[in-house]
């Protein structure tokens, strides 16, 4: 199972849950096949992933109080599950998003350095 | 902070886990229905769609599981479906699963209930915080160690404060209880002012007793209820505080109710009602003040920071002191006072019975590791029937260590409800065990589970599952999924399930030589030679009420209770006693001739016992006179004093003469009595002892509070106690009925213990065997029926029965062979530390070495026969057709 995972996953570790509080933050609520089509929108179909594997990231994120979720109706007339940021899933995105910030420009100086 | 939240949501989910899973799917399904809405929309037909749906989600059915795992924690629920899957497999074979509870509620059940006995005699402590500190006084005399004080002497040492901070004293004592109506026997205890603050304890309801309660002998009637006394003899009735009751027809008025976990000196007595030493009278019939009458028990609590050789040093040097105060003329007068540690309570009895206690828990820890052993060849022979499944479970992707910790939780269920019958075993052995021990006369003794038992019973179980379960489990996930490589385990297999028996056969062959040496030593002790003949003969005790020794009239009136009692229909005579042969008591002096040649003045004889008797005592007892004649009418109070001795002490005194008609010096007459007579020798107290010199006076000469009326009939003990209670009531009444018995009873009354320790061995020796016979049994069976294909061939090509059942019979006899190899030796090992408890049996007796290895080899025999008959009755043809 593990080795699947590390064969199709391009996401390193953790990003799928920053990238998932980003998104929810600029779309407001979502549900998950709603979070998978604005991600492969926004990556021009770069990011390529499984969208069942959304599903653990979304748990995580709701277990650690960053999003919740809430039942809702679909335009389509459809009960599906809609995740939103909370207050705390507010300032966790600000924090990884500097954090992230500071190791890419980290990484730049690094790699650009070494040539 | 973060983890915290995260650790609250997996434990939530953990509880609401079949919501969680229903929304999941919903959620789910939701999303593939708008992936396939899309795809649709895009033009794709419904099939295409529907696929590609499931394409672009990923595996449904994984994306679950990794979502289940992130959902809780993946052990602890792994672990709940392997306890539920555990529970099915054993619900699906329940005959295996009834035997193996059945085998261990057995073997931890007598584990429990002996543990019960360690933990209230040896391990409980006095439940206050300066248990260290608590010590008992005791008194060394010339000979031996007494722990009883009177109550001067108590006094004296309770004014050592600068060695004591506290010590208080307690007496135990049967008494008649009328609460207006009935009257009740019931267990009263005699405490000083301060013994409920020495414990500190306190009342549920009223007050406990307090120093003022105790200060003026007499002036104190009242009493505090043990709650249990409260629930069970009052009805849990709150309006009994300041209510008169009669104790010995004294009336005592109740003033509290003590709590129920209050449990005082003795960690393994109970007591109903405790009364100040101050009201001593009513209920023993001494005075307090008597510095004659050792009754009191004592408890002190060291002053904090004492060094404990200077509290030695300290008392040793009062001990002087103390005995000035103390009259002259008694045995006890010259005692050095001491102490020693009573942390866990008074000593009772906890020295006398640490190493039977002991002896019992190696015993019952025998039993269990039989009772495991047996398991164990339950468990791998499961296993083998359960090979396919294991490796089908191994092949569909079960982790072997997975495999394993079902197989070891399917054990601990096992063990743990094995562990709840057990422990309603125990307290069933436990109601038995306090029955044999405590006989008629201690119906008080307190021992009961509690935390730390149940914590033992636990330990056990778990200890239990690992013990059998390891193996088995090992064996198990050994299973290859490829049929043809079984090889290796297989045979290590089998030579585990073979020792397993000789294990047992040994284990058991200890437990039985053991069974067998009790037996015969409690048999050799119940019919030893006494001297006189204890067949039906009622021991009725005489107690006085008065505060003096009897005389006057209260000596006719027994005189005339005594003639009444031997005008009875069916009495062949009757006499009076004081104390009674084999009752516990015991009165001793040293005797020297007196008179004489020089050499005979020179003899002294220490240590000899005195009974006070009336006529017809010899006659009763059917003690031969041997000489001279029996006390008569003549040998009153004011006659010459006068002595019958035996056989023993004529010859120690006066060897090679006719001692009738010499004077005896020494002894508790004042006058030197002159010797009237010789009767046979006899032991006094004891079964055990040797013949002692003995000399009887007449009772009518003797200062006695009380005597034993000892009648020789044949008559039911239940009718004679109310002949004699009629008796004493009309001529008597100055005297109560103290103990009904018969000189049987109290013949087995001294031998209590060595009758618990035969009872419990034969009990455990039993059930050691049965368990071993089921082993060799199962372990034939299962043999049989593996090898039934092997006889059917080895049939079929002309093998005779015979030879079929010498393939079975050499498997019995060299598992057996190897069983005694290996278990005398340990039987007569193990059987060293039984010495002193055996009376002339020794430790490696010949006749129990044969007696145990006849029954081991009949008994695998019997056990063995079924399933190898089952072997010689195969039919070939069947038996190929078989697979």
């Not at chain 2, 992130?70 to 329940?94: I, M, N, Y």
């Not at chain 2, 060849?377 to 992707?397: C, D, H, I, P, T």
């Amino acid at each position: 199972m593990s080795k699947e995972e590390r064969g199709r996953s391009q996401i390193p570790q953790g990003t799928l849950d920053l990238i998932v509080l980003r998104t929810l933050a600029t779309m407001g609520p979502l549900h998950a096949y709603g979070l998978a089509l604005r991600l492969q929108q926004v990556s021009d179909d770069l990011l390529n992933l499984n969208q069942g594997t959304l599903y653990p990231a979304l748990l995580r994120l709701e277990q650690q109080g960053f999003i919740k979720g809430a039942w809702r109706t679909t335009q389509n007339n459809r009960e599906a599950k809609f995740y939103s940021l909370t207050r705390a899933g507010e300032k966790a995105l600000e924090q990884e998003t500097g954090r992230w910030n500071r190791l890419a420009g980290l990484m730049e100086k690094l790699l650009g350095g070494s040539v | 902070m973060q983890r915290l939240t995260q650790f609250w949501a997996k434990l939530r989910a953990l509880a609401g886990r079949g919501r969680s899973e229903q929304a999941l799917e919903k959620e789910i399904s939701a999303h593939l229905a708008m992936i396939e809405e899309e795809f649709r929309r895009q033009g794709m037909g419904a099939e295409e769609a529907r696929f590609g749906a499931r394409r672009a989600f990923g595996g449904v059915e994984q994306t679950k599981e990794r979502y289940r795992d992130q959902r809780g924690f993946v052990t602890l629920e792994q672990f709940w479906q392997d306890v539920r899957h555990a529970g099915r497999s054993l619900r699906k074979s329940p005959g295996f699963a009834i035997v193996a509870i059945v085998l261990l509620a057995f073997g931890i059940g007598v584990n429990t209930a002996i543990f019960t006995l360690v933990n209230a005699i040896l391990l409980k402590r006095l439940p206050i915080p300066e248990a260290d500190r608590v010590v008992q006084f005791e008194a060394r005399m010339k000979p031996f160690t007494s722990d009883g004080f009177s109550y001067p002497q108590f006094h004296e040492l309770q004014r050592q404060t600068s060695i004591f901070s506290d010590a208080a004293a307690f007496s135990g004592n049967r008494a008649v209880l009328d609460s207006g109506g009935d009257s009740q026997q019931i267990d009263v205890e005699l405490v000083t002012g301060n013994y409920f603050s020495f414990f500190h304890a306190q009342p549920v309801m009223g007050r406990l007793l307090d120093q003022e309660d105790d200060r003026v002998e007499g002036g104190h009637p009242v009493c505090v209820l043990s709650y249990q006394a409260w629930r069970s003899r009052f009805g849990a009735d709150p309006s009994v505080l300041g209510r008169v009751v009669r104790l010995n027809t004294f009336p005592f008025q109740i003033v509290g109710i003590a709590r129920p976990d209050f449990v005082g000196a003795e960690l393994q007595m109970r007591y109903d009602v405790w009364v100040p030493t101050a009201m001593a009278l009513p209920l023993t019939w001494n005075a307090r003040s008597n510095p004659h009458v050792v009754w009191l028990r004592t408890l002190a609590k060291l002053r904090p920071g004492l060094n404990i050789q200077e509290a030695h040093a300290r008392l040793r040097a009062a001990s002087t002191g103390i005995n000035d105060i103390l009259p002259k003329e008694r045995a006890n007068a010259d005692a050095m006072f001491d102490f020693v540690g009573a942390s866990k309570g008074f000593n009772t009895f906890r020295t006398k019975l640490r190493q039977p206690v002991l002896i019992l828990m190696g015993a019952v820890a025998l039993v269990l590791l039989i009772a495991c052993a047996n398991l164990t060849n339950l468990l791998l022979a499961r296993g083998s029937e359960r090979s396919q499944e294991f490796s089908v479970k191994l092949s569909l992707g079960i982790s072997r260590w997975r495999l394993m910790r079902q197989l070891l939780l399917e054990s601990l269920l096992v063990a743990l409800a094995g562990g709840v019958i057990a422990i309603l075993l125990a307290r069933e052995l436990i109601a038995v065990f306090l029955r044999l021990f405590a006989g008629e006369s201690g119906q008080n003794l307190s021992i009961s589970m509690d935390l730390t038992v149940l914590a033992f019973t636990f330990a056990v179980c778990g200890l239990t599952t690992i013990v059998v379960g390891l193996f088995p489990a090992w064996a198990a996930i050994q299973t290859d999924t490829t049929p043809t490589l079984k090889g290796g385990s297989g045979v290590q297999k089998r030579f585990v399930r073979r020792a397993m028996i000789v294990v047992q056969i040994s284990l058991a062959m200890v437990l039985l030589f053991g069974a067998s040496l009790f037996s015969r030593s409690l048999r050799k002790l119940k019919t030893v030679d006494l001297g006189f003949d204890i067949e039906h003969v009622a021991v009725i005790g005489l107690d006085f009420r008065g505060k003096e020794p009897i005389t006057g009239s209260p000596a006719l009136a027994l005189d005339e209770a005594l003639n009444r009692a031997r005008r009875i229909p069916g009495v062949e005579s009757a006499d009076l006693a004081n104390p009674s042969m084999l009752s516990g008591q015991s009165m001793t002096s040293d005797v020297k001739p007196r008179g004489g040649s020089k050499t005979d003045m020179t003899r002294h004889v220490d240590n000899v016992y005195f009974v006070f008797a009336s006529q017809q005592h010899f006659a009763t007892l059917h003690i031969p006179l041997l000489r001279g004649r029996d006390f008569s009418d003549r040998d009153r109070k004011g006659a010459p004093a006068v002595a019958i001795i035996n056989q023993r002490l004529a010859s120690l005194l006066w060897p090679g003469q006719d001692p009738v008609g010499k004077q005896i010096l020494g002894g508790w007459n004042r006058e030197n009595p002159e010797v009237i007579g010789v009767v046979g020798n006899s032991k006094y107290s004891d079964l055990r002892e040797s013949l002692k010199p003995i000399v009887y006076e007449p009772l009518d000469q003797m200062a006695v509070m009380g005597a034993s009326l000892e009648v020789r009939s044949r008559m039911p003990l239940a009718q004679m106690k109310q002949q004699i209670r009629k008796i004493v009531s009309s001529t008597a009444p100055g005297f109560q009925i103290a103990n009904v018995s018969t000189m049987e009873l109290l013949r087995d009354n001294v031998i209590a213990g060595d009758r618990l320790l035969t009872f419990l061995s034969v009990l455990f020796g039993a059930l050691g065997v049965v368990l071993a016979l089921v082993g060799i049994y199962g372990l034939i069976s299962y043999s049989v029926t593996r090898r039934t294909r092997e006889i059917g061939i080895r049939m079929s090509v002309g093998a005779q029965r015979s030879e079929v059942l010498l393939l079975f019979v050499r498997e019995v006899i060299l598992l057996v062979g190897f069983g005694v190899v290996l278990g005398l030796p340990l039987a007569l090992i193990l059987s060293k530390p039984l010495e002193s408890f055996l009376y002339e049996v020794p430790t490696a007796d010949p006749l129990g070495i044969v007696f145990t290895l006849i029954l081991i080899a009949l008994g695998s025999l019997v056990a063995s026969f079924l399933p190898v008959r089952r072997a010689t009755q195969v039919n070939p043809v069947e038996a190929l057709r078989y697979e």
